[in-house]
């Protein structure tokens, strides 16, 4: 990254993406600077509650689809993490009433074993295979939803917050089967991995932003971005209020901004979000003896339930349309005495303990299903700025996962732009000298 000036690399959103690309430039010795409109190193899956349940929640499930587990071997390169602050999670798929699916191989090995022969599992895995090629901006087919393949819509729902009829077939198969040896080799660990969200933000995260300041990262807190200045292909400005930054022509523009607020600086992208919401119920329980584990349901109230140990994590179903009639506490009794049912049907009768419901913007929900599958092969108006973000990585859902893949792409893409504009550089110097 030699120059005869040197590039400065600006990271704008100090989420988990953006926190993580930021790690990952400094640790290979490039200059960055990291910006966000509050407090670095947070993320929208560690606003949980503290013990007097005054602070924000999260709508996003404590457990996420990590088949390749990105997220605990980018924590692991740092030393001092928490030994508990990725564990791994069951999560069980509902094929018919009372009939659970365990999902412990990978998503298309766990749904073609639920298949009673191996006719149906020829035909299910030829299905999922032909998912990968389908029109993206189609929908899953009805017809294609019988029973197993009906198993998908408790999966779309979880993964991509959607009904299976508005989820892009082919995203949604390439999701499910990356690749055809998919089918065969079954994984080591649990597809499917908890967060430790208390750990996270009291401990993973702050030791994350000490590393970055002790190798030479620099952080500015509170500065909302609200415009980009630009030439036909260049970036040359950042707006954060009063203050004007000046980019030189060697430096890098990383965005990591939620829909709202990266629409609000690059409208150039084209495609604005659309309004959707993932809608949760969060039950206060103390269980921590309780592994993590998951329910995805097919079913017109609730979506998945997710136990972490402190919290029962219910969100509802994407489609559910609530009266402004039913009052919140019968909403919550209702959801409570269903997903407890199905945790342990024998306290079912348990009374309804403290909650919270939690309403939270979604990343990038979508009006299309081509659309959703379009958002990883967005790119920016200009060469010097990239975007990131867990909506951005390919073939993947959005989650703490797909944050730090998107996070690995850039930074390859980063570090590779910045070396071949060294190049040109010291070849530009050598020719002026001669």
């Known amino acids: ?75 692991a390169q740092w030393s001092d993490m928490p030994d508990d602050l990725i564990t791994p999670a069951h999560v069980m798929v509902e094929s018919d009433e009372d009939t659970w699916h365990v999902l412990k191989d990978g998503l298309a090995t766990g749904l073609i074993s639920s298949c009673t022969n191996w006719a149906e599992r020829l035909d299910l895995a030829v299905r999922l295979w032909a998912l990968r090629y389908a029109d993206p901006d ?3 087919k009805i017809t294609e939803a019988a029973t197993p393949v009906s198993l998908l819509g408790p999966l779309a729902d979880f993964l991509l917050v959607t009904s299976l009829q508005r989820c892009s077939a082919a995203l949604l198969g390439k999701i499910i089967m990356p690749r055809w040896r998919d089918l065969i080799i079954k994984s080591r660990e649990p597809v499917f991995s908890a967060m430790n969200a208390d750990a996270m933000h009291r401990f993973a995260l702050p030791c994350l932003k000490t590393h970055f300041i002790e190798m030479g990262g620099v952080i500015v807190e509170n500065a909302r971005l609200d415009d980009i200045d630009s030439t036909a292909d260049h970036a040359t400005d950042l707006l954060f209020g009063e203050t004007q930054i000046i980019l030189d022509p060697a430096d890098i523009v990383i965005v990591a901004l939620p829909p709202t607020d990266l629409y609000a600086a690059i409208p150039d992208l084209g495609i604005a979000p659309a309004p959707a919401r993932r809608r949760a119920f969060v039950f206060k329980i103390n269980d921590p003896a309780t592994h ?92 010097n700025l990239f975007l990131c973000g867990d909506v951005f990585a390919s073939d993947m859902a959005p989650g703490p996962a797909a944050a730090i893949a998107s996070a690995q792409q850039v930074c390859t893409t980063v570090l590779h732009h910045t070396a071949i504009n060294a190049a040109a550089t010291r070849r530009s110097s050598a020719k002026s000298t001669l």
């Open 138 to 140: 189609q929908g899953v």
């Open 1 to 75: 990254m030699t120059s005869s000036q040197p590039c400065r690399i600006h990271v704008i959103g100090a989420g988990l993406a953006g926190s993580a690309v930021a790690m990952l430039l400094a640790k290979a010795g490039a200059n960055v600077t990291l910006y966000d409109a509050g407090t670095s190193f947070g993320s929208r899956w560690t606003r949980r509650v503290d013990p007097d349940w005054k602070t924000p929640l999260s709508s996003e499930p404590d457990i996420f689809y990590d088949p390749d587990q990105r997220l605990s071997v980018f924590f």
């Open 292 to 383: 993590p584990a998951g329910w995805l349901v097919d079913d017109d109230l609730i979506g998945s339930v997710c136990h972490s140990g402190k919290t029962l994590h219910v969100t509802l179903a994407c489609d559910l349309v609530i009266a402004d009639t039913i009052p919140e506490n019968h909403l919550a009794r209702t959801v409570w005495q269903q997903a407890i049912s199905l945790i342990n049907p024998e306290a079912a009768e348990q009374p309804c303990p403290d909650y919270r419901f939690v309403i939270q913007d979604m990343a990038f929900p979508e009006f299309t299903p081509g659309m959703a599958a379009l958002r990883p092969k967005m790119v920016s108006p200009w060469r």
